[in-house]
């Protein structure tokens, strides 16, 4: 799966439960929490069921780590910021997502990059994913060239204007051979 499609499918999820309320400990779209909106995103990058493996703000340090994440950002991965109380997270594509913040779920926020939080984790892309490109620093791509065609053979040459034959070859007049003029007087044989 593309880095973007990646993106997308988070964004997607974020999405379908956007507006679901605030609820402590909540974990079903009639109602959720901070972590519990946490828990389905990573829950949802990883492979794993999206409801029902939850985890709270006391113990995602080990559910992240479980999952696949490192410590630290990186730019274009999921990551997850929290500390004692709270928690939110940054889509790969840089959607922050919260809960509790104002209200329910929704893209928006401070995400994980919030100064009240101490801790960060990321999900790296696997290998074969390659990074999306930073609009505003990648160069535009060139247009590919057209193939280039061979060049054409050298014209044929014509016997009216072709050079002159090197000293002491034979001459051919209309199919006749012709010998070499004698060399002049005094050049050596």
């Not at 209200?103 to 926020?109: A, H, L």
């Not at 919030?114 to 999306?132: E, K, W």
């Not at 002491?168 to 003029?181: F, I």
């Amino acid at each position: 799966m593309s880095r973007c499609m990646f993106a997308l499918t988070l964004l997607t999820l974020v999405n379908q439960v956007s507006g679901t309320p605030y609820v402590s400990g909540g974990d079903t779209p009639a109602g959720t929490d901070c972590s519990g909106l946490v828990s389905w995103v990573t829950n949802a990058a990883t492979g794993r069921p999206v409801y029902g493996d939850r985890f709270h703000t006391g113990n995602i340090e080990s559910a992240l780590l479980a999952r696949g994440f490192q410590y630290g950002t990186q730019p274009g991965a999921l990551v997850v910021g929290w500390n004692s109380g709270h928690t939110a997270a940054t889509l790969p594509d840089g959607s922050p997502v919260s809960s509790g913040e104002g209200g329910g779920v929704k893209v928006g926020g401070g995400g994980a990059y919030q100064d009240r939080f101490t801790n960060h984790m990321f999900l790296p892309m696997p290998a074969n994913v390659p990074p999306a490109p930073d609009p505003a620093m990648a160069p535009p791509m060139p247009a590919p060239m057209p193939p280039m065609a061979p060049p054409p053979p050298p014209p044929a040459a014509d016997p009216l204007f072709a050079p002159p034959p090197p000293p002491g070859a034979p001459v051919v007049l209309m199919g006749q051979e012709v010998p070499p003029p004698p060399p002049p007087p005094g050049a050596p044989l």
